[in-house]
């Protein structure tokens, strides 16, 4: 079955940088497009980075563009989202997110904190 398991996430001060992983199994990684979703207590989740499959075409939500990079390892079957110069707003649970055969399929999600 789909497996989504992502890691990486912390405490971390206002300006620096996190690398969060999401290890994905039980479908063909290479073939999908990859998400990354965040979703601050009280807020609905919102997509913040994408990765095509075999073209790794990204796009971004405007407020984490020049900061954030999605990338992904085929070989690994891991996406990855480096966060830079990471703000108070950037708090939040973030979660890998795979569609496949039409159907959402998420990880646990790891909590990600900025904060002096």
């Known amino acids: 079955q789909v497996q989504l398991v992502e890691s990486g996430g912390g405490l971390v001060q206002p300006g620096g940088s996190l690398r969060l992983s999401c290890a994905a199994s039980g479908f063909a990684f290479s073939s999908y497009a990859m998400r990354w979703y965040r979703q601050a207590p009280g807020k609905e989740r919102e997509l913040v980075a994408l990765?095509?499959?075999?073209?790794?075409?990204?796009n971004y939500e405007d407020r984490v563009k020049g900061r954030f990079t999605i990338s992904r390892d085929n070989a690994k079957n891991t996406v990855y989202l480096q966060m830079n110069s990471l703000k108070p707003e950037d708090t939040a649970m973030y979660y890998c997110?795979?569609?496949?055969?039409?159907?959402?399929?998420w990880g646990q999600g790891t909590q990600v904190t900025v904060s002096s």
């Open positions: 997110n795979a569609v496949v055969t039409s159907t959402d399929h």
């Open positions: 990765i095509s499959s075999r073209s790794g075409i990204t």
